[in-house]
């Protein structure tokens, strides 16, 4: 495996794949690495001869408020799992690489990326495009690899590249958790005993959301998302930004729940803000009625 921190030469050992005939596939993360990120590296090595794995805390997406300063950092560890994973490369540029003096340049998706988490978080998905697009044009993949835990982000990546005609294609890959159904997140580990015994009510919520969808036939848009807020606010501790019913790809609200939908939320515990989403989709009628 080889770690490499320079765009050029990253362009370079990727010009020198191609030119043999093999297929990128690429795994664009801000390093922490879990098991979440790990999934996506294994189905990057189904897919592909190469597999890349960045590793680049984008200073873009973060507010002045938010955690850059503090978001976990250790890429010894994450050079490791990517030696035990089989990756190629680790792409780790500086963010004075991605982002030199006089730098002005911004991917915005209009309209996707100012609700919910665009809401919550203003020009977080400005940033979070425009290093995307700057890491693809980099490691030049045939395949990048994005899980559904951040599922605003991945519809509105898909969207970019579709309108950017981007010779890519996207691979989503299902939200991994762990056993006590708690969406893996690099920011897991700032979660005490009591705030993660609380994290676990989002699963429960989301799950609530989901019967009452699927097996219990309930088309209201308010009652779904009345019910779900209940069991959240059932824990004082837990803090909601938003929850939303919306439609999986233009992400608006439908007026009421005809076909499949997702639920996304968005909470505080303690410092800490986790999201989550699960999709749902109410059953067909029965042709034979």
């Known amino acids: 495996m080889e770690l490499i921190r320079r765009l050029h030469l990253m362009r370079e050992a990727v010009r020198k794949a191609r030119a043999e005939g093999k297929k990128i596939a690429f795994v664009p993360t801000m390093g922490a690495l879990h098991d979440g990120h790990l999934a996506l590296v294994r189905r990057a090595r189904e897919l592909g001869d190469i597999v890349v794995v960045s590793i680049f805390v984008n200073p873009e997406q973060f507010g002045p408020d938010e955690d850059y300063d503090t ?23 500086d963010p004075k690489e991605m982002y030199p003096d006089g730098f002005r340049t911004y991917v915005e998706v209009e309209g996707l990326s100012s609700i919910l988490e665009g809401a919550s978080r ?11 697009l700057k890491l693809l044009s980099v490691v030049n993949p045939h395949f990048a690899f994005f899980g559904q835990k951040d599922m605003q ?36 580990v700032r979660l005490n005993v009591s705030e ?27 009652e779904v998302e ?38 996304l939320l968005a909470v505080w515990i303690g410092q800490t803000r986790l999201i989550d989403n699960i999709s749902a989709c109410p059953e067909p009628p029965d042709e034979a009625e």
């Open 71 to 93: 978001y976990p950092r250790d890429l010894a560890r994450d050079t490791d799992l990517c030696v035990e994973e089989h990756v190629d490369f680790i792409f780790a540029p």
């Open 122 to 132: 203003p020009g977080f998905f400005r940033g979070v495009c425009t290093a995307v």
């Open 153 to 188: 982000q991945a519809v509105i990546v898909q969207t970019m590249v579709r309108d950017l005609n981007l010779n890519v294609e996207i691979v989503l890959c299902p939200t991994v958790r762990d056993d006590d159904g708690v969406a893996l997140s690099s920011r897991n």
């Open 196 to 222: 993660r015994v609380s994290a676990m009510a989002l699963r429960r919520a989301l799950e609530r959301g989901r019967v009452l969808i699927e097996d219990q036939g309930v088309s209201s848009v308010e």
């Open 226 to 263: 009345t019910k779900v807020r209940d069991v959240l606010g059932a824990d004082e501790s837990i803090k909601i930004d938003y929850f939303a019913v919306v439609d999986p790809v233009s992400l608006e609200r439908p007026e009421t729940i005809g076909g499949e939908v997702l639920l």
